[in-house]
């Protein structure tokens, strides 16, 4: 009679000959893509107060009320990634694609926001003066507005753990929670939020391109 075995993979593992240069790899790409993010957002809000920088109209924004949404787009994003950590450490062989994934989604996202410059749509929310507003602020969330973080990094997710289909399921609703919200708030115009879930596919293609070991890994069985 056959029987399951577990997966003696771990993170441990991680750390051993075989695949510490990748992690070491992952963790590099991580932070040189949120430096590139972090002066990208710099250079876009200093290029926001030029008389070129103007806010343009909105066919779904200039039909919309302005509803104060923070704890959406602040608070849960938050959690959200808290969350989303722990459930990828839960799952060690997904560990290095998703970090290298996550890496090129944040770097591509930075070069877009330094490329094309509007001002932001008038009237919209900004983050409070509390703790969570500061960290939020600290991590670059709410600069740059092409295309949109909130929306495309659940949908980059969902496309990594799409086999798994509750997880699949839940981090597409929250895709969606996410683009209503910042909608609502006003501090993304439309095509920011229906663009990204096309640019979070397209920055998946990549990664399994320019990653395929570490994507054959997480199909890897014991």
Excluded at 177 to 195: C, G, M, Q
Excluded at 200 to 212: E, N, R, S, V
């Amino acid at each position: 009679m056959e029987t399951d075995h577990p997966d003696s993979f771990s993170l441990k593992t991680l750390l051993t000959r075989r695949y510490r240069s990748s992690l070491f790899a992952a963790g590099v790409l991580l932070f040189f893509a949120y430096l590139l993010e972090h002066f990208a957002n710099i250079y876009a809000f200093t290029y926001l107060l030029r008389p070129s920088s103007a806010p343009v109209g909105d066919i779904i924004l200039d039909n919309i009320p302005v509803v104060n949404l923070n704890f959406i787009i602040v608070e849960m994003a938050l959690i959200a990634i808290v969350v989303g950590a722990l459930f990828v450490l839960s799952r060690p062989r997904s560990v290095l694609f998703t970090l290298k994934a996550v890496a090129l989604f944040v770097a591509i996202r930075a070069v877009f926001t330094s490329l094309t410059h509007v001002g932001i749509y008038p009237d919209h929310i900004v983050p409070g003066l509390g703790s969570f507003d500061a960290l939020y602020r600290y991590l670059n969330l709410q600069t740059g507005l092409f295309f949109s973080g909130h929306t495309g990094l659940p949908i980059l997710m969902a496309l990594i753990f799409w086999k798994e289909k509750p997880v699949r399921v839940v981090l597409i609703a929250l895709s969606g929670v996410f683009a209503v919200a910042v909608l609502l708030a006003h501090v993304h115009y439309s095509i920011d939020v229906f663009a990204a879930p096309f640019m979070a596919y397209g920055i998946f293609k990549l990664a399994q391109t320019f990653f395929p070991r570490d994507y054959r890994l997480m199909d890897q069985t014991p």
